[in-house]
């Protein structure tokens, strides 16, 4: 006697829906945080992470933020705008090479990050910085043939900010 297709699913293969399952919550978790930044700071998760790696090096350029965030340089110099027209970052020349632009916090933007909720770059990106290695090349190893079976073509989004796809602008 043949099994049907919903029968065969019922009892056998549930990992697929297990796997899918997780996705939602991974990204249900992370749309929660950045909701709850926005709702603490005024701010949201992209633009908070930003200003949190500006607080760990002196003189960042806009370059270094942008790779630092894994964002193309032109999306991390609109988000700086923003950030410069709020009065939370400034721009600064070099006297030596005018060329050459810092970023720095001001006094609001210190105070803003100081009070923001934890951890600063997203729930997200502080969990995968904090796995095993060897977990996280599985991890990519398996999203990488995950992207293949769905024959994911388009890879614009890969330098998007997580905050801005779930919809926290």
Same mark, same amino acid.
């Given at each position: $006697?043949?099994?049907?297709?919903?029968?065969?699913?019922? *009892?056998?293969?549930? &990992?697929?829906?297990? @796997?899918?399952?997780?996705? %939602?919550?991974?990204?249900?978790?992370?749309?929660?945080?950045?909701?709850?930044?926005?709702?603490?700071?005024?701010?949201?998760?992209?633009? &908070?992470?930003?200003?949190?790696?500006? =607080?760990?090096?002196?003189?960042?350029?806009? =370059?270094?933020? =942008?790779?630092? &965030?894994?964002? +193309?340089?032109?999306?991390?110099?609109?988000?700086?705008? *923003?950030?410069?027209?709020?009065? !939370? @970052?400034?721009?600064?020349?070099? /006297?030596?090479?005018?060329?050459?632009?810092?970023?720095? !916090?001001? *006094?609001?933007?210190?105070?803003?990050?100081? %009070?923001?909720?934890? /951890?600063?770059?997203?729930?997200?990106?502080?969990?995968?910085?904090?796995? /095993?290695?060897?977990?996280? *090349?599985?991890?990519?190893? =398996?999203?990488?043939?995950?992207?293949? +079976? $769905?024959?994911?073509?388009? %890879?614009?989004?890969?330098?998007?900010?997580?905050? !801005?796809?779930?919809?926290?602008?």
């Amino acid at each position: $006697m043949k099994r049907s297709a919903a029968s065969h699913r019922s *009892k056998g293969n549930n &990992l697929p829906i297990a @796997v899918l399952m997780k996705f %939602r919550m991974i990204v249900n978790t992370a749309k929660r945080h950045y909701r709850w930044i926005e709702d603490e700071c005024g701010v949201n998760g992209a633009h &908070l992470w930003a200003l949190w790696e500006i =607080s760990r090096s002196h003189g960042m350029r806009v =370059s270094e933020l =942008s790779a630092a &965030l894994a964002m +193309h340089q032109s999306t991390a110099s609109n988000l700086l705008d *923003k950030l410069v027209r709020t009065g !939370l @970052v400034t721009r600064n020349r070099s /006297p030596e090479d005018q060329r050459v632009v810092t970023l720095q !916090l001001t *006094k609001k933007g210190a105070a803003l990050l100081k %009070r923001a909720p934890k /951890p600063a770059r997203g729930i997200l990106p502080e969990a995968l910085h904090h796995m /095993p290695p060897a977990a996280l *090349k599985k991890l990519d190893a =398996s999203l990488l043939a995950l992207l293949k +079976h $769905m024959k994911a073509g388009d %890879r614009s989004g890969k330098a998007t900010p997580l905050a !801005l796809m779930l919809g926290d602008q």
